[in-house]
């Protein structure tokens, strides 16, 4: 069963999920095991993810191992319709649409959930709160869960600290072939891309404001500082701050730095980070854009309350009129530009080709694993794995230690 917009752009849907698919060996790999292990056969897998071809694929490659899989989005703007209708036509459960209303995002979820699964896959762990406020009855069913990004991994660890947390996490976002390739290289490209394709603007000399320099601004730090941007970081931790400083960029105070911004790229995971008074330092023509997590980085109801009008200039583009008359511009409604924009195509192929393959695996280590509860990182053998497996299908060879370099790390006689 699924819901989706319009089953007549399956066709185009599943030409992208082959595309998607000839970009993606490692978890094609995978697939080919599963095919073959059937680990999942009588499991059903939940998903709350960017369903996008990639993610689709994903769903592909649960299905070969034998599981029923019923997937939704994990933002109200980020489903790609075509991919959508394709995946339904290849047998997933879709539920879903691009533009859904939060009443939508949420019934599409508890569809979901309606499939009784015994995994989930979410994303910022909007399914997994769902599943524990409001369908508790569905609980004893799970046996575990992977989630995919930061906040979703913070969220999570909250909520087991307060005791609420009722099944096992894997936090498949703090595999080393997760979040070192993901939240930088794919954050970086993807939001520039995103940023480009949206507003048709020129980065080169243009003062870019990074917010936050964890994962995600280094990577949006170094893509926009390849186009030629003076690139600015605004942090909290005085270590990240020093980092930013001697990779070679500006650091500030937010306050100081949205006085002279041309685009904002907020990664922080956190709220308010321009909020209240931020908006009145703003030069005419600033671009202010989030690629960190929900619609909460930039405060709309403070922008709103200041400003005399709201006009969509462009998709994806509103512009705000100040009371003095200064434009500002807001892309994706501040939710994450690189998926949110209607030109936002998320990370590349490559890219969450591992992420997916973190996903898939640490799925199958639920299933054939009985974890405790809490939330724990994805075992070293999955990271290991999928490194390898990437390295190998890019063609590259590494070295191994010889007996007598591992004698040598291992003896602690042996000095100068
Ligand atoms: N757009 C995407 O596709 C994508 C991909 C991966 C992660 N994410 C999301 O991006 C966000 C960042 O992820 P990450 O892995 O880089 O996290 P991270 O924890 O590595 O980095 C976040 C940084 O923000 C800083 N920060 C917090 N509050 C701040 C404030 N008020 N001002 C300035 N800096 C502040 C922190 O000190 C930290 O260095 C998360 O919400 C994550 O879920 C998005
Ligand atoms: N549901 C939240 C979650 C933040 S998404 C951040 C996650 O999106 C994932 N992501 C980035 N690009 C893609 C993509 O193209 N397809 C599927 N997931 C993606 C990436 O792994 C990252 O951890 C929200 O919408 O605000």
Known sequence: MSNVKDMSLADEGI?????????MPVLEHIKKQFEEEKPFEGITIGSCLHLEPKTVNLGL???????????????????????????????????????????????????VLSHKPDVIIDDGADMIMYLHEKRPELLENIKGACEETTTGVHRLEAMHADGALKFPVIAVND?????????????GQSSLDAIMGTTNMLIAGKNVVVCGYGWCGRGVASRAAGLGANVIVTEVDP???????MDGYRVMKIREA???????????????????????????????????????????????AQSVSCEEVR????????????KIYLLADGRLVNLAAARGQGHPAEIMDMSFAVQALSAKYIV???LSLGVEKAPD?????????KLKAMGIEIDDLSERQKDYLADWREGT
């Open 258 to 304: 949205v006085k002279i911004a041309d685009l904002v790229v907020t990664v922080t995971g956190n709220i308010d980070i321009i909020h209240g008074d931020d908006f009145k330092y703003m030069k005419d023509g600033c671009m202010l854009s989030n690629s960190g997590h929900f619609n909460v980085e930039i405060n709309r109801g403070d922008l709103e």
């Open 61 to 111: 490659t649960l299905q070969a191992g034998g599981a029923e899989v019923a997937m939704t989005g994990c933002n109200p703007l980020s489903t790609h319709d075509d991919a959508a209708a394709g995946a339904a036509a290849l047998g997933l459960h879709i539920y879903g649409w691009r533009e859904q209303t939060d009443e939508e995002y949420y019934e599409a979820i508890d569809n």
């Open 368 to 370: 054939e694993n009985d």
């Open 381 to 389: 053998s999955i990271d290991d794995e999928v490194a390898r497996l």
């Open 239 to 245: 270590i990240r701050a020093l980092e930013a400083r």
């Open 315 to 326: 998709e994806s583009i509103e512009m705000f009129t100040m009371k003095d008359g200064r």
């Open 175 to 187: 595999a080393y072939t997760k979040y070192l390739f993901d939240n930088r290289y794919g954050t």
């Open 15 to 23: 030409r992208k999920i082959k595309w998607v698919q000839k970009h």
